[in-house]
Every structure is written in C-alpha cells, then in structure tokens.
C-alpha cells in the first residue's frame, strides 16, 4: 500500500502565499500521478493542478497561481499557492495509484480569512 502525508497548509491572509508539499511512501515507484485535488465542505472535489506529458494544467480559478513540480527521487510533489483568497479554503489532496488502486491521504487544510 501507499502512505500519503499532505502537509504545508494553515491560515493564511488573502494575497500571502503558502507552499503545500505531498510525500508518498510504501508500495510506489515514484509519483506516478502528479496531481493535487481541493474540497471544500459541501463541495465536490476538483482538480486544481496536473502534470502529464510535460504540460501543467490547472483549474481557471487558480490559473496564474498555482505552480505544480514533482521529485521522483523524493517521492513528493509540490504546489506553490500564490495571491491566495478566500475562495482557495479547502482541504487540498495529492492522490497517488498503485496496482490500479487510488489512495488518498488526510489532506492538508488551507484558510484563508482575514
């Protein structure tokens, strides 16, 4: 199986930055996704930011924001968050997939109030 620690989040003011970190551990050969996922409470979750065939991708509400960047070596994969806003709170996810199995980790949660 696959450990997930999701860490870097807290409280933030709006227009300060955060950087989240995702480490993977266990039955995985690198960081075969590079991806991370947002909830927020009664929400569905969503993709913010991927990584595939040496393009990122991100959501349009965070375009220009978020910068996603991953070490296989390390076995983690980042997300630099700028100009935050209220509408960034959620907890925030990097999935990893193992043997067609998807895990999930606890998150990291991300407040960001004045």
């Known amino acids: 199986q696959v450990q997930l620690v999701e860490s870097g989040g807290g409280l933030a003011q709006p227009g300060e930055s955060l950087k989240l970190s995702c480490k993977a551990s266990g039955s995985i050969r690198g960081v075969n996704m590079m991806a991370w996922y947002r909830q927020a409470p009664g929400k569905q979750r969503e993709v913010v930011a991927r990584?595939?065939?040496?393009?990122?991708n991100y959501a349009d509400s965070v375009k220009d924001r978020f910068t996603i960047s991953g070490d296989n070596a390390k076995m983690t994969v980042d997300l630099q968050i700028n100009s935050l806003n209220p509408e960034d709170t959620a907890v925030y996810y990097c999935?990893?997939?193992?043997?067609?199995?998807?895990?999930w980790g606890q998150g990291t949660q991300v407040t960001v109030s004045s």
């Open positions: 999935p990893q997939r193992s043997r067609e199995i998807d895990y």
């Open positions: 990584f595939s065939y040496g393009d990122s």
